[in-house]
C-alpha cells in the first residue's frame, strides 16, 4: 500500500513539474494577435546564392566564399510552416523567423516574426515537393502514374 502511495505522489510532482513549461511558442498571428496553431511539419530554409547570405546579415566576402565551397548553406532559426488561424478561420504558410531568445523573470522566453511566406521562398525550402511535379518527368508519364487500372492500355492503340 504505502509502494502504491509513494508512486502516485511520485507521478503528481512529475505532473506539476511538466506543467509549469510553456506549451505554446509564441508564435502569433500578424494581422489579429491570436497565436497560430501549426498545422504542418517545419521546412527548413537554404541559401543557394551569395546575396541570399548578404540580405541576412553576412558580408559580401565571407558570403563569396561560402558560395564557393558549399552549393547550399542552412540557414539556421529560419523556416516555412503552416498555421492556423482562429480568428480568419483559414490555414496561411508563413516565413518564421526566431528573433532571440531572452531571459525574464527566471524563464527562457523565444521571440519570432512571422510575416506571409513569398512564392519566391518556396525555391530555397528543402524537403518540399515541386507543386508541378517533377521538371525531368514528361507529361505522358505523369498521366500513366495519375491512371488507375488498366484504362491506360488505351493510349497504347496498335495499327494492324
Known amino acids: ?3 502504491i ?9 512529475r505532473c506539476d513539474r511538466n506543467r509549469k513549461r510553456s506549451k505554446r511558442r509564441a508564435i502569433v498571428c500578424p494581422i489579429h494577435g ?9 521546412y527548413p530554409l537554404f541559401a543557394d546564392r551569395a546575396g541570399q547570405l548578404q540580405q541576412r546579415g553576412v558580408n559580401r566576402k ?3 566564399m561560402l558560395m564557393a565551397h558549399q552549393t547550399a548553406v542552412s540557414l539556421d532559426g529560419e523556416w516555412l510552416e ?4 482562429e480568428e480568419c478561420q483559414e490555414t496561411k504558410w508563413y516565413h518564421v523567423c ?12 523565444r ?9 519566391e521562398l518556396w525555391q530555397q525550402v528543402h524537403g518540399v515537393i515541386h507543386p508541378k511535379g517533377n521538371p525531368s518527368v514528361s507529361e505522358f508519364t ?6 488507375l487500372g488498366f484504362n491506360g492500355a488505351k493510349d497504347f492503340r496498335f495499327v494492324g
Open 82 to 85: 503552416a498555421f492556423w488561424c
Open 1 to 3: 500500500m504505502f509502494c
Open 62 to 64: 565571407n558570403a563569396l
Open 34 to 42: 491570436c497565436y497560430l496553431d501549426s498545422v504542418s511539419p517545419k
Open 111 to 119: 521571440s519570432y516574426t512571422v510575416r506571409v511566406a513569398p512564392p
Open 5 to 13: 502511495y509513494q508512486q502516485e505522489v511520485e507521478l503528481q510532482r
Open 98 to 109: 526566431k528573433t532571440g531568445d531572452s531571459c525574464r523573470n527566471g524563464k527562457a522566453e
Open 142 to 147: 505523369r498521366r500513366q502514374s495519375r491512371m
